[in-house]
T-cell receptor
Framework: AQSVTQPDIHITVSEGASLELRCNYS??????LFWYVQSPGQGLQLLLK??????LVQGIKGFEAEFKRSQSSFNLRKPSVHWSDAAEYFC??????????FGAGTILRVKS | DSGVTQTPKHLITATGQRVTLRCSPR?????VYWYQQSLDQGLQFLIQ???????AKGNILERFSAQQFPDLHSELNLSSLELGDSALYFC??????????????FGEGSRLTVL
């Protein structure tokens, strides 16, 4: 069955530092992949998605992610983190039909 | 603002009771999804409706049921509530027709506390 693993439950970075959040997937073929962000007290919002083609995808808020088939990974990156990026980040893939299967999430803390 | 409205935002009730959570999807969206978010289970897909019909079912308990009305709003009914049902319940919507885009628009959730 398709699944998503986010190995890091919490990550703390300093404001202005670079960020990489890890996501590994298990899927029978090349999957569609997504990153969502959940700010405190808010619902989830789509950051970016990968369907096919260029393996480096750009998203909103300055985020990007790189699909690496050989590593079954889809890591999220940002060159310089802002305090407003503190949130929980979820990697996801289709779970059959039109639903998404989400990873456990990574909570990002930003220290000033 | 995603355009998805959920009510109530917070709900406190007792074990054994029944509650109804309501969701109004984004204008033009035909699909509604319900997810449960809890500390131990994470984000779990419960059920999806498309234009009034059940489209997909996930880890939804028999004590829970949902429906989507002709005006496309949806309700999630939770009955015989147990302590373990305490969670944040999200509704999400998407157009649902044509190619699956994976872009779901989430409401802010309804936080249910069962005492």
């Amino acid at each position: 069955a398709q699944s998503v693993t986010q190995p890091d439950i919490h990550i703390t970075v300093s404001e202005g530092a670079s960020l990489e959040l890890r996501c590994n997937y298990s899927y029978g073929a090349t999957p569609y992949l997504f990153w969502y962000v959940q700010s405190p007290g808010q619902g989830l919002q789509l950051l970016l998605k990968y369907f096919s083609g260029d393996t480096l995808v750009q998203g909103i808020k300055g985020f990007e992610a790189e699909f690496k088939r050989s590593q079954s990974s889809f890591n999220l990156r940002k060159p310089s983190v802002h305090w407003s990026d503190a949130a929980e980040y979820f990697c996801a893939l289709p779970g059959g039909g039109n639903k998404l299967v989400f990873g456990a999430g990574t909570i990002l803390r930003v220290k000033s | 603002d995603s355009g998805v409205t959920q009510t109530p935002k917070h709900l406190i009730t007792a074990t054994g009771q029944r509650v109804t959570l309501r969701c109004s999807p984004r204008s033009g969206d035909l699909s509604v999804y319900w997810y449960q978010q809890s500390l131990d289970q994470g984000l779990q897909f419960l059920i999806q409706y498309y234009n009034g019909e059940e489209r997909a079912k996930g880890n939804i308990l028999e004590r829970f049921s949902a429906q989507q009305f002709p005006d496309l709003h949806s309700e999630l009914n939770l009955s015989s509530l147990e302590l373990g049902d305490s969670a944040l319940y999200f509704c999400a919507s998407s157009y649902g027709g044509g190619r699956f885009t994976g872009e779901l628009f989430f409401g802010e959730g309804s936080r249910l506390t069962v005492l």
